[in-house]
Antibody, heavy 118, light 108 residues
Framework: QVQLVESGGGLVKPGGSLKLSCAAS????????MSWFRQAPGKGLEWVSY????????NYADSVKGRFTISRDNAKNSLFLQMNSLRAEDTAVYYC???????????WGQGTLVSVSS | EIVLTQSPGALSLSPGERATLSCRAS???????VAWYQQKPGQAPRVLIY???SRATGITDRFSGSVSGRDFTLTINRLEPEDIAIYYC?????????FGQGTRLEIK
């Protein structure tokens, strides 16, 4: 079965950096688009970024463009999110998800909490 | 950007009743690419409906989706206590992918 396990969250100061990882199993990783979503405490869901199976197709939400970088290592079945210049408003649970071919996300990890605070 | 507006913000119904959740898009959603997710406290979202009206794998037929123009509806029949959750609509037909603000469903 599809499993997605995020890691790398934690407490970081404003302006700092953090790299999230998502370990995937139970499917042919390179065949699928993958996405990152986030949810601020007590708030709704926000799409952050997606990446195509080969890594060539990438898109970002305006709120993170220029600060976050999505990448993947298909040999290691892993998805990454490098987050730089972090702000308080980036505080959220970050979820990785496997996308369907049309673009919705039927499989989600359990999330990792990122807290940005001095 | 397509803005999705969900209504009502909260809903309180009794077991066995029917819940009707609405999601209005600010503009046409290409291919009716709207999904509905259920999120219970402390859990990741779970997809219920995709393509406006197709049930996801393993989802009971008590959940159904429909569309009329820019208006998308999630219907939950025969409410059960386990349906307590926040429900989000999502459009994935245009970039950026966007979500509604959610409808909180309470069971009396």
């Amino acid at each position: 079965q599809v499993q997605l396990v995020e890691s790398g969250g934690g407490l970081v100061k404003p302006g700092g950096s953090l790299k999230l990882s998502c370990a995937a199993s139970g499917f042919t990783f390179s065949d699928y688009f993958m996405s990152w979503f986030r949810q601020a405490p007590g708030k709704g869901l926000e799409w952050v970024s997606y990446i195509g199976g080969g890594g060539a197709t990438i898109n970002y939400a305006d709120s993170v463009k220029g600060r976050f970088t999505i990448s993947r290592d298909n040999a290691k079945n892993s998805l990454f999110l490098q987050m730089n210049s972090l702000r308080a408003e980036d505080t959220a649970v970050y979820y990785c998800a496997r996308d369907d071919s049309t673009g919705y996300s039927p499989h989600w990890g359990q999330g990792t909490l990122v807290s940005v605070s001095s | 950007e397509i803005v999705l507006t969900q209504s009502p913000g909260a809903l309180s119904l009794s077991p066995g009743e029917r819940a009707t959740l609405s999601c209005r898009a600010s503009q046409f959603v290409p291919s009716a690419y709207v999904a509905w997710y259920q999120q219970k406290p402390g859990q990741a979202p779970r997809v219920l409906i995709y393509g406006a009206s197709s049930r996801a794998t393993g989802i009971t037929d008590r959940f159904s989706g429909s569309v009329s123009g820019r208006d998308f509806t999630l219907t939950i029949n025969r409410l059960e206590p386990e349906d307590i959750a926040i429900y989000y609509c999502q459009q994935y037909g245009d970039s950026p992918i966007t979500f509604g603000q959610g409808t909180r469903l309470e069971i009396k």
